[in-house]
């Protein structure tokens, strides 16, 4: 099974706590962000920063302050965050036809919105917190 990079997951992890906050209005600040999905501050941080000067999402300081997605979490694709986190596909060689399929069959499931993704993991939530 293929594994993601911890700045990828954690980025996805982020935005779709951003998405599911989204509504509100209110920035989020990085601490809660960082506790509700598990990641520690100082490299949520760093993703936060490489997230903002992609566009992904706007920041304001003060006591008022956090984060918050600069678009609609459904015009917000999970294949646009992990391209500002892992950068464009490099794909080239004698395997390129292969990495050429995977990135096809990826494509529709990155196509996912944050707002799906977020759907989807309050959903899994659900069924975890549900079992005896």
């Known amino acids: 099974m293929l594994k993601l990079p911890a700045g990828a997951e954690y980025s996805l992890l982020a935005m779709t706590h951003l998405a599911a906050t989204y509504r509100t209005g209110e920035p989020a600040k990085a ?25 992904l999402i706007e920041s304001t300081r003060g006591p008022g302050g956090g984060h918050r997605l600069a678009r609609p979490p459904e015009a917000i694709s999970a294949a646009e ?52």
């Open 31 to 55: 601490a809660e962000v960082a506790e509700a999905a598990g990641i520690p501050l100082s490299f949520l941080e760093r993703l936060l920063s490489q997230l903002r000067a992609a566009g």
């Open 81 to 132: 965050v992990l391209e500002v986190i892992l950068g464009p596909s490099a794909v080239g060689g004698q395997l390129r036809f292969l990495w050429e399929r995977c990135e096809r069959v990826l494509g529709e499931v990155l196509g996912l919105s944050l707002a799906e993704l977020a759907d989807e993991l309050r959903r899994e939530q659900d069924v975890e917190d549900y079992q005896i």
